[in-house]
């Protein structure tokens, strides 16, 4: 379960990490589902990856537009 929001300022080509507060099952997720349960808005060209069974990073292609804010949603209560 994800909780909290936090907003800070990153750099355009830094990778966003989600830590989850427990590990999750790696035979529950498989990385070619990762872009249905991870969300960034506005959407982002990137890869969601396991970083390990707590983590989550997103390494954008290009890099995040400036001054612009992104939101990201986890649902991955149901998978676990």
Not at 72 to 78: L, M, Y
């Amino acid at each position: 379960e994800c909780r909290g929001v936090h907003y800070r300022k990153i750099s355009r080509y830094s990778p966003v990490y989600l830590i989850f507060n427990q590990e999750i099952p790696a035979d529950r997720l498989k990385a070619d589902r990762l872009g249905k349960l991870v969300r960034l808005k506005p959407d982002v060209p990137g890869r969601w990856a396991f970083e390990n069974n707590r983590t989550l990073v997103f390494k954008p292609e290009k890099g995040f537009e400036r001054n612009t804010s992104y939101q990201v949603n986890a649902r991955f209560v149901r998978m676990v």
